[in-house]
C-alpha cells in the first residue's frame, strides 16, 4: 500500500516492569523515504507514562511541518484521553470530572499542545497482534525497560524490514473489524453557545476565554462552513 508523500506514519509504546518499575519507550516514524527509530528508558515510571512519552517523542520529531501524522497505539489509555478526555481535563484546568488532579498531566499537557497544532490522526490498533510497526515498537520499548538500551534504525525506508504503511482505514488481518478513526484536523472555526446566544470564534484561545467556568454551555471545533451550519442544526438553533 504506497503511501502519500504529505503522510507521516508512525507507531508508538511503552512498556514497565512493574507499575511502576523500570520502563521503556519505542517509537517508529515513517517517512516516504526514511524510517527512524526511536526509544528511551526510565528507572522508576508507569506503563501510561511511557506510552505518553513515546508519543510525545514521535511528534517532537515530526516537527511543524504541514503533513497528516498517523499515530497508531495499542493504548487506549492514549486514545481516549487524547480523543475523548483531554479538551474538557484542559478546561478545567486539568482536573476530572470527579475533580480529582489528571495523573500524569505533566505529559498530557505536552501532548496536548502537540497534538492541537497538527493534523494527527489516532488509530487504535490490537497489541501483540501480528502488526509488524505495532510489534517493532513493542519490541524496543521492552527492551529498553529490560535492558535500556536497543539498537534503533535510521536509514531508507526501502531497507526497513518492517511492514509500516499506514492501517488507516484498512482491516487487519487479526482484526474484524477496522481500527477506530480519530482525527485532530484544523480548525476553521469554534462555536460557542451561552444562554442561547450564539458566538463565533477564530481561535480555541478565545473561544475557551468564553465558556470556561461557565456551566450549560456548548463549545464546539468546526472544520467547514458546512460543518458550522450542522453544528448550528444540532444545537436547535
Known amino acids: 500500500m504506497p ?17 511502576p518499575g523500570p520502563g521503556g519507550w519505542g517509537a517508529l516514524i515513517a517517512y516516504s523515504d526514511r524510517v527512524v527509530e526511536l526509544g528511551g528508558s526510565e528507572k522508576n515510571t ?3 507514562r511511557m506510552e505518553l512519552t513515546a508519543a510525545i517523542k514521535a511528534l517532537v520529531l515530526a516537527g511543524n511541518m504541514d503533513v497528516r501524522v498517523i499515530i497508531h497505539t495499542d493504548s487506549a489509555y492514549v486514545i481516549n484521553g487524547i480523543t475523548k478526555w ?31 497544532t497538527r493534523d494527527v490522526i489516532w488509530e487504535h490498533v490490537a ?19 529490560m535492558e535500556g538500551t536497543f539498537p534503533l534504525y535510521n536509514g531508507p525506508r526501502k531497507k526497513y524490514e518492517a511492514d509500516v504503511c499506514p492501517l488507516h482505514g484498512v482491516v487487519s488481518k487479526t482484526s474484524t473489524r477496522p481500527a477506530r478513526k480519530h482525527s485532530f484536523t484544523k480548525a ?36 467547514s462552513v458546512v460543518d458550522e451550519q450542522a453544528i448550528m442544526k444540532m444545537w436547535g438553533l
Not at 484542559?90 to 475533580?99: E, G, I, P, R, S
Request: hydrophobic share 35%.
Open 188 to 223: 476553521y472555526s469554534y462555536l460557542s453557545l451561552i444562554d442561547g446566544k450564539l458566538k463565533r470564534h477564530t481561535t480555541w484561545a478565545d473561544c475557551e476565554k468564553r465558556v470556561k467556568g461557565k456551566q450549560g454551555v456548548k463549545y464546539r471545533k468546526a472544520t
Open 46 to 48: 508507569t506503563n501510561n
Open 86 to 116: 483531554v479538551h474538557k481535563w484542559h478546561l478545567n484546568d486539568w482536573m476530572t470530572a470527579t475533580k480529582n488532579p489528571v495523573l500524569n498531566k505533566d505529559l498530557w499537557e505536552k501532548l496536548f499542545a502537540l497534538a492541537s
Open 127 to 145: 497489541g501483540h497482534a501480528g502488526v509488524p510497526g505495532n510489534e517493532r515498537v513493542d519490541h524496543i520499548a521492552t527492551s529498553f525497560a
Open 3 to 19: 503511501e502519500k508523500n504529505n503522510m507521516i506514519t508512525v507507531y508508538t509504546d511503552g512498556s514497565s516492569l512493574g507499575n
